[in-house]
């Protein structure tokens, strides 16, 4: 058959396939259309007619309006010569599809990446607080780098233009910088995001580019009164009369930590067992922790003459803001910080008495890195513990008077 021109094509008009000519198996499928309309269009298209090994396929190419017949034809023979090299077009067709499809998938930036995390992971943050405070960081110094960036394209030349700038004067923040970066990547790869290994890994990786956190700033610990101090200490605040003052002194008879105490319950209190019970949300170790309360303590929240809600309210009822103790340590203009109180509890515990350092570590709900040593850990020693925390409310409620204030014996005259 003599090859039709464009002309002639056209008018082609029959419903089903019609022949062009040149090359083989290439033609015009007309569909009737089924509106009752009058004269209303057929669809058109390009189909190419071939052998796919033991397959005969009819093959698109195209819709008549939008391939001319010279570029018909033109992928007619591009589609045969793919099958004379041992190829399918129609399979290949869908495997580059399916191609596009995926990278559309892994398009994914850093931005995006971090928001998925942080929904994949919400049960593992102990509060809205920590969440936001995780998420600031990147937000300050990750994402005006990579934040646009896709995970897939992030490289190792990103990671040190973030932490480099900031890595001496601020090494405990780029720090937790890194570590997100490195969590987020982890994550992503094994989401299928992105491939290859961490650019923001530490050990044989950033380890030789960046100096040590430990090696570029010292570890400052927490201010802390001597030993001696405390009972002073406490027998000046028991002059104060504000609520934040009796949670001061509940922290200290207690050596928790001053988010435990602000948000403390009156739920959380059994009085008759004398024990404080502090769930797995408000702890920084993620787990629950029971405090057995001394004499001292208990008369305490007996004093405040209520049972219901926040145990230590501050105004209109809300929980104590974060800087309520340390605005009282500072109006006693006292050169320690509320958290060193535990430290003075540790030290009392090492220097004054024979309790065990296992004991005091419960009773601060320290981690136990041993991991052998916290397997076989089942019980929380809540008795000997008991015994040790009135031990403790007994020698705080000891004021050594200081040497100045002693009057010298007077001479007989």
Not at 142 to 169: M, T, Y
Not at 179 to 197: A, K, M, T
Not at 318 to 329: E, G, I, N, Q, R
């Given at each position: 058959?003599?090859?039709?021109?464009?002309?002639?094509?056209?008018?082609?008009?029959?419903?089903?396939?019609?022949?062009?000519?040149?090359?083989?198996?290439?033609?015009?499928?007309?569909?009737?259309?089924?509106?009752?309309?009058?004269?209303?269009?057929?669809?058109?298209?390009?189909?190419?007619?071939?052998?796919?090994?033991?397959?005969?396929?009819?093959?698109?190419?195209?819709?008549?309006?939008?391939?001319?017949?010279?570029?018909?034809?033109?992928?007619?023979?591009?589609?045969?010569?793919?099958?004379?090299?041992?190829?399918?077009?129609?399979?290949?067709?869908?495997?580059?599809?399916?191609?596009?499809?995926?990278?559309?998938?892994?398009?994914?930036?850093?931005?995006q990446a971090t928001a998925k995390y942080l929904d994949s992971m919400s049960d593992q943050w102990r509060n809205a607080k920590h969440r936001a405070q995780w998420l600031s960081t990147l937000e300050k110094f990750a994402f005006p780098i990579i934040g646009e960036v896709h995970v897939s394209d992030v490289r190792k030349e990103h990671v040190p233009s973030i932490l480099e700038p900031h890595w001496k004067n601020l090494t405990e923040t780029s720090t937790r910088v890194r570590q997100g970066?490195?969590?987020?990547?982890?994550?992503?790869?094994?989401?299928?995001?992105?491939?290859?290994?961490?650019?923001?890994?530490?050990?044989?990786?950033?380890?030789?580019?960046?100096?040590?956190?430990?090696?570029?700033?010292?570890?400052?610990?927490?201010?802390?009164?001597?030993?001696?101090?405390?009972?002073?200490?406490?027998?000046?605040?028991?002059?104060?009369?504000?609520?934040?003052?009796?949670?001061?002194?509940?922290?200290?008879?207690?050596?928790?930590?001053?988010?435990?105490?602000?948000?403390?319950?009156?739920?959380?209190?059994?009085?008759?067992?004398?024990?404080?019970?502090?769930?797995?949300?408000?702890?920084?170790?993620?787990?629950?922790?029971?405090?057995?309360?001394?004499?001292?303590?208990?008369?305490?929240?007996?004093?405040?003459?209520?049972?219901?809600?926040?145990?230590?309210?501050?105004?209109?009822?809300?929980?104590?803001?974060?800087?309520?103790?340390?605005?009282?340590?500072?109006?006693?203009?006292?050169?320690?910080?509320?958290?060193?109180?535990?430290?003075?509890?540790?030290?009392?515990?090492?220097?004054?008495?024979?309790?065990?350092?296992?004991?005091?570590?419960?009773?601060?709900?320290?981690?136990?890195?041993?991991?052998?040593?916290?397997?076989?850990?089942?019980?929380?020693?809540?008795?000997?513990?008991?015994?040790?925390?009135?031990?403790?409310?007994?020698?705080?409620?000891?004021?050594?008077?200081?040497?100045?204030?002693?009057?010298?014996?007077?001479?007989?005259?």
């Amino acid at each position: 058959m003599k090859p039709l021109g464009p002309l002639a094509v056209s008018r082609l008009s029959d419903p089903g396939l019609n022949y062009v000519g040149a090359p083989s198996g290439l033609y015009l499928q007309v569909i009737q259309s089924s509106s009752k309309k009058k004269n209303a269009e057929s669809a058109r298209s390009w189909i190419l007619r071939v052998q796919v090994g033991k397959i005969r396929r009819d093959i698109g190419l195209g819709g008549y309006s939008d391939v001319p017949l010279a570029l018909a034809r033109e992928k007619a023979v591009e589609t045969k010569e793919m099958i004379r090299k041992g190829q399918d077009p129609v399979l290949a067709k869908k495997a580059a599809r399916d191609a596009l499809i995926e990278s559309q998938a892994r398009a994914v930036t850093f931005r995006q990446a971090t928001a998925k995390y942080l929904d994949s992971m919400s049960d593992q943050w102990r509060n809205a607080k920590h969440r936001a405070q995780w998420l600031s960081t990147l937000e300050k110094f990750a994402f005006p780098i990579i934040g646009e960036v896709h995970v897939s394209d992030v490289r190792k030349e990103h990671v040190p233009s973030i932490l480099e700038p900031h890595w001496k004067n601020l090494t405990e923040t780029s720090t937790r910088v890194r570590q997100g970066i490195e969590r987020i990547l982890d994550w992503s790869c094994v989401r299928g995001y992105r491939s290859g290994p961490n650019p923001a890994a530490w050990r044989g990786n950033l380890e030789v580019l960046l100096p040590s956190p430990r090696k570029v700033t010292k570890v400052l610990h927490h201010a802390a009164l001597p030993i001696d101090g405390v009972g002073q200490f406490l027998h000046h605040l028991r002059k104060r009369e504000r609520m934040s003052a009796r949670a001061l002194e509940f922290l200290i008879l207690t050596a928790t930590r001053s988010g435990e105490v602000r948000l403390a319950d009156w739920s959380e209190i059994d009085l008759q067992a004398a024990t404080w019970s502090i769930p797995a949300s408000r702890m920084k170790g993620g787990k629950p922790h029971k405090v057995p309360l001394s004499d001292t303590a208990t008369a305490l929240l007996h004093a405040l003459g209520t049972s219901e809600g926040i145990v230590f309210p501050g105004a209109g009822g809300k929980p104590l803001s974060d800087m309520s103790f340390t605005a009282v340590c500072r109006k006693m203009k006292a050169p320690c910080v509320p958290h060193g109180f535990r430290s003075s509890f540790r030290d009392w515990t090492a220097e004054r008495t024979a309790y065990p350092h296992e004991l005091a570590e419960m009773a601060l709900a320290h981690t136990i890195p041993n991991k052998t040593e916290a397997a076989y850990r089942h019980g929380d020693l809540l008795e000997k513990r008991k015994r040790m925390m009135q031990d403790w409310a007994d020698f705080c409620g000891k004021v050594a008077v200081p040497a100045s204030n002693v009057i010298p014996p007077q001479k007989a005259s």
